[in-house]
């Protein structure tokens, strides 16, 4: 009786080590799936308000390159009309010095306000500012009194204009054998006004 125990004791372990060996396999195994991957709703909402600061960087930087730009161009623009109308002063003085007695009379009737040329002047490219005709401006100085601060300027003022000796006249515009100049160039941009200027000294000797 015992040996039948025995044996069908192992009968059981041979049934049970046959079972596990076609039950159970490492190809059969539990092998977690893993995670699919993706953006959450908040990450989503933080990428696209990253994307939206750089786009708004790049344009306000787009915007400043083009400002800038324009600045150039203008500024460039006024002091190449700055430097042409000094040539033209120098040039029309000179041929009004071969009669000096009437030199400062010659320019003072071509370049007053209602002068054969007139004391303003057209600046291509670039708008006078409201109220002007034009955004070029012409100053002919003959009023030895004047000071620097008065006239805006750093000219040495006052000075002796008509060579009498003395910075007391208040109209050279007869005599005067030297005539401070100041060309003035303003123009607008967006409601705003720009100005540069340039003294001179035209002699008629």
């Known amino acids: 009786m015992e040996t039948s125990r025995r044996s069908r004791n192992q009968l059981v372990k041979s049934r049970t080590r046959l079972k596990n060996k076609y039950t159970t396999s490492p190809s059969r195994e539990f092998i977690p799936r893993p995670t699919r991957g993706g953006f959450t709703v908040v990450e989503m909402a933080l990428a696209t308000t990253m994307l939206m600061v750089g786009i708004m960087a790049i344009s306000a930087a787009t915007l400043r390159m083009h400002h800038l730009g324009r600045q150039t161009r203008e500024h460039t623009l006024a002091h190449n009309a700055l430097s042409q109308m000094g040539e033209r002063l120098n040039s029309a003085s000179a041929i009004a010095a071969l009669k000096p007695s009437t030199w400062a009379e010659t320019l003072l009737s071509a370049y007053s306000p209602v002068g054969a040329v007139g004391n303003d002047f057209r600046v291509e490219g670039l708008t006078p500012i409201e109220g002007e005709e034009n955004a070029g401006s012409i100053a002919l100085i003959t009023d030895e009194t004047l000071t620097d601060a008065e006239i805006g300027v750093v000219l040495g003022m006052p000075r002796d204009l008509n060579g009498d000796g003395d910075a007391t006249d208040t109209d050279t515009s007869g005599s005067a054998k030297l005539l401070p100049a ?24």
């Open 182 to 205: 100041i060309i003035t160039i303003s123009w607008s941009v967006r409601g705003s006004e720009i100005s540069v200027r340039h003294p001179l000294f035209l002699m008629g000797y």
